[in-house]
């Protein structure tokens, strides 16, 4: 049985968070695979884990087939007006149909239960495991992946918030009763709709301006609804759970809900009940662009609609599952508006598709024009800012299904402001309908600028709020305006300079930031005479005026001059090694650099008094600060403190080169683990090592083999311990990639060449350089891809119990290409215990401290806490170098922080060459 719907369902990343709220249908498209044992004979990497279990047993079961291949819509996106739709409709049908060509003559010779979709390279297929082979072993296919509903998260309800003038609170503050009073715009001319669970069509708020309704009052669905499923009885519109009524109001709604009451609206139940299949999704998103009857036939893509809301999204990241109807969408003409997700208040939590560079996503604020903290951050797909602006989505009123209204918050209620934002843009100014670049920069330059660059990105657009805070009013003014554009280059002594806030003001007040090459636009301002000014530290202000006029593109190439400065350089090192990558800057100033490959930095600075801060690549050295008067060139040499474990490891830039492994290991795939017998004992925490096991995940392990993909800070008492994490990630094994071994006399090497990251593409080789006294080198080399600079991995050396252990870095960007790092233990090591008899109130905690880096060098922030299990007798253990001079005192410290150090001269000992130091201490 064949049919023809729907699109694709790549492999999810596992460390998706799934979002709160209303506005995330968490995209679940594959399932946690197990630790596979190593086999002589990998499974196909094309098929996914869980369809390889599916069919065991002789089951069937139903999944989706990605072919390789994509077709080309740029000459479709040429054409003109609702032709548009109709090119792209052609193009993509009739490629998809030469590509699926050679499977679906299998398929159908075969007999199998399929469904074909046009608008991707992707075919569903129900079967067994004999024609799960078969269809892997084609060269046209890509991969085969499961077939998981995405779910759809409980509403979240949100209180009543006082109305304005009889119109909602949100409606009102994103500008809207404005346009429609002084320009008498409504949306009228344009159609929205929306991707959602449905809608009641005949609801008081939504009845009148449903496409379906005709002039005598009758109504037809025909071309106004699809309900790919059949969920909805007699192909009646409904909603079975609310949401898709919901966000139809703050589009389109009457009475004061809706951002453009004067528009019409169509819809697609793309989720069934509180979930939503793949196969729904991608044919709703397949019948935006071609609406079809009822039946699903018969299609009209003179019909699509203007612009299609979709408060929905999968787990924090890129996932390029989507992409192929975004690119139809945008081919078309038809603006795609996203909720960004609920995954916040956490950085890099967009969802997708709203991670798409191609969608145009919205946060949510609360009636206080503040982010709510639901509200999912970016960045997105390629680094770049979302969401791409915010919008009310707390406490938002709206309607819901059995005729009444009721108020949720969420991204989902945001998104529907800025897909209704667009329908009065195009309803102000038809000649902009369909363009989709030229709107969105009407978006991004109107939007209010709020500053917060905690997730990255610059005062005027970054990862909370994006470009801003939506103002439709002043984006209707912009559209309707005659306008021109203004650009140029920031220069300083002829370089170019990025980061540089540009400022206009004028008819309207603009606010831009140079990009890496000092470039900077503003691609539509209304025509006038403007002040352009650009204030940037250490330089004089420069400002000039400029008339834009309508239709033309002026240029202002700003030329900054230095005031009086000096240049301060030197070299920052660590146990007498340069110390590449790290950064040095002004406390309080935008000047920021980075040291090269020989530890060396230099950066300019006008005359003054300055707090100069080195924070190191990593974390084998402690960061530093250091007080400076800028008066003429400076040199400042910095030397910074090792950090060491409980035992003695340091680590130290690498000086040994990248090795690379000869020896396969039979060890693929994902989460898989495999033993090794070492060439030679390796002294690890103290003790010799004979064999280890060694994970795909990154980790050399010599207790119990675990191939745990989630990452932990170091130390940590939770298993896998007692280990080298070389890169401990969620890594996979695939065909492109391999683990190899090498050894020579006193080496052994672990190379985990070319592995991919799971769910996030990109790859990595490293190779873990181990020797007999313990020391151990990480080297990385062939990085691609975000992941790769070490965002979700952690790097370090572990104790046997987790009490002890040294992260190079952990989830942070820490590892560039060429990169190498080197751990080595300390020497020999005496066991301290010390004991001391305390009273304390409840809450208090008894500590010692030292001169030593092991007692926390006299700061009472690194001070070793001890055990009250004795009270009142308090005792901790901590490792001391020998024959050595220690100086320590016992503190308390409560709950708030407040410390009271004992009384008296400091406890003076030098520990023993051997053995053990004990104390039976009391502190009065």
């Not at 109305?163 to 346009?179: L, S, T, Y």
């Not at 009646?236 to 966000?247: E, F, L, Q």
């Not at 004028?506 to 990009?515: C, E, Q």
Request: aromatic share 8%; proline share 7%.
């Amino acid at each position: 049985m064949t049919h023809d719907r729907s699109g694709p369902a790549p492999r999810r990343p596992r460390r998706w968070r799934a979002g709160t709220g209303l506005a995330t249908l968490t995209l679940a498209l594959s399932t946690l695979s197990g630790v596979p044992a190593a086999a002589a004979q990998p499974p196909d990497p094309r098929i996914d884990d869980a369809v390889t279990a599916a069919v065991k047993g002789g089951k069937q079961t139903s999944f989706w087939v990605l072919l390789r291949g994509e077709t080309d819509l740029t000459p479709a996106a040429k054409a003109t007006g609702k032709a548009r739709a109709k090119a792209v409709h052609q193009a993509a049908r009739d490629g998809a149909a030469r590509r699926q060509k050679g499977l679906t003559k299998l398929l159908t010779s075969r007999k199998a239960d399929f469904d074909t979709y046009w608008i991707a390279d992707t075919i569903r297929v129900t079967g067994d495991a004999a024609l799960l082979a078969e269809i892997a072993a084609r060269p046209e296919v890509k991969a085969v992946l499961p077939d998981t509903p995405v779910t759809l998260p409980a509403p979240a309800a949100g209180a009543v918030q006082a109305a304005v003038d009889a119109v909602e609170w949100n409606v009102d503050r994103i500008g809207a009763p404005r346009v429609w009073s002084e320009d008498d715009v409504r949306g009228q001319g344009i159609v929205v709709a929306n991707i959602d669970t449905g809608v009641q069509f005949d609801h008081p708020a939504l009845a009148a301006n449903y496409r379906g309704r005709q002039a005598d009052g009758t109504v037809t669905h025909d071309y106004h609804w699809f309900d790919p499923t059949g969920i909805c009885t007699g192909g009646i519109p409904c909603d079975n759970n609310g949401h898709g009524t919901h966000t139809m109001g703050t589009m389109a709604g009457s009475g004061g809900i809706g951002v453009a009451p004067g528009a019409t609206w169509i819809a697609a139940k793309g989720c069934e009940t509180n979930s939503c299949s793949v196969g729904a999704l991608l044919a709703a998103g397949q019948w935006i662009v071609a609406p079809t009857d009822r039946n699903g036939r018969n299609p009209r893509p003179d019909l699509a609609p203007d612009i299609v809301n979709n408060s929905w999204g999968g787990g924090a990241g890129f996932d390029p599952w989507y992409s192929d109807v975004i690119r139809s969408w945008l081919a078309a003409g038809i603006f795609p508006a996203f909720s960004n997700g609920n995954a916040g208040p956490g950085c890099d939590t967009s969802g997708t598709p709203g991670s798409y560079t191609g969608t145009y996503a919205s946060g949510a604020t609360d009636v206080n024009d503040v982010i709510a903290p639901f509200s999912s951050r970016g960045s997105g797909q390629d680094g770049g800012v979302k969401p791409d602006l915010s919008a009310p989505g707390v406490d938002v009123r709206s309607s819901v299904p059995g005729g009444g209204y009721a108020s949720y918050s969420g991204t989902s209620m945001a998104s529907p402001h800025t897909a209704a934002a667009v329908a009065l843009i195009w309803s102000a100014a038809p000649s902009l309908r369909r363009d989709i670049a030229a709107t969105r920069t009407i978006l991004d330059e109107t939007a209010i600028d709020t500053n917060d660059t905690t997730c990255g990105g610059t005062a005027t657009d970054n990862n909370v709020y994006g470009q801003g805070r939506l103002d439709v009013y002043a984006a209707v003014r912009l559209a309707a305006s005659p306008s021109g554009s203004l650009s140029g280059i920031v220069r300083a002594g002829g370089v170019p300079l990025g980061g540089v806030p540009v400022q206009v003001s004028g008819p309207a007040s603009r606010t831009v930031t140079s990009d890496g090459d000092g470039a900077y636009r503003f691609g539509r301002l209304p025509a006038g005479a403007y002040r352009i000014r650009v204030a940037v530290f250490g330089y004089d202000t420069f400002e000039q005026d400029v008339t834009i006029t309508a239709g033309d593109a002026s240029v202002v190439d700003p030329a900054l001059t230095a005031g009086p400065s000096g240049v301060v350089s030197g070299v920052v090192s660590g146990a007498g090694l340069p110390l590449s990558g790290a950064v040095v800057a002004l406390t309080g100033t935008p000047v920021t650099v980075t040291t090269g490959a020989d530890g060396r930095f230099s950066l300019a600075a006008p005359a003054g008094g300055y707090e100069l801060t080195v924070r190191p690549l990593g974390a084998c050295f402690a960061a530093e600060t250091r007080s400076l008067t800028v008066s003429g060139d400076l040199t400042l040499d910095l030397a910074l403190r090792q950090i060491a474990d409980g035992y003695g490891y340091r680590c130290t830039p690498a000086t040994e080169d990248y090795r690379p492994g000869t020896d396969r290991l039979p060890i693929t795939g994902d989460d898989a683990v495999t033993e090794v017998a070492l060439p030679f004992p390796v002294t690890h925490y103290g003790t010799a090592r004979t064999r280890a096991w060694i994970s795909t995940n990154g980790v050399i392990g010599f207790g119990a083999a675990n191939a745990f993909y989630q990452n932990t800070t170091l130390p940590d008492p939770t298993e896998p311990n007692d280990a080298l994490y070389a890169l401990w990630d969620d890594l996979v094994v695939d065909d492109q990639a391999g683990v190899w071994t090498a050894s020579t006399a006193d080496t052994f090497v672990v190379e985990w060449r070319d592995v991919r990251f799971f769910g996030y593409g990109g790859r990595i080789s490293v190779s873990a350089i181990l020797h007999a006294d313990g020391t151990v080198t990480y080297r990385y080399r062939g990085l691609s891809g975000e992941r790769s600079a070490g965002l979700g991995a952690t790097v370090g050396v572990e104790s046997p119990a987790g009490t002890a252990g040294l992260a190079y870095s952990v989830n942070a960007a820490s590892i560039t290409e060429g990169l190498g790092v080197t751990f080595r233990p300390g020497p020999p090591r005496i066991a301290a215990t010390f004991n001391v008899t305390a009273e304390t109130w409840w809450g208090q905690q008894t500590l010692v401290v030292g001169n030593l880096p092991e007692l926390g060098g006299w700061d009472p922030a690194r001070a070793v806490a001890l055990d009250a299990a004795g009270y009142p007798v308090w005792s901790g253990s901590v490792s001391l170098p020998p024959n050595t001079a220690v100086e320590f005192k016992y503190l308390k410290r409560d709950p708030d922080g407040t410390i009271t150090w004992e009384p008296g001269a400091n406890r003076t000992t030098i520990t023993p060459p051997t053995g053990q130091y004990i104390t039976h201490d009391t502190f009065r």
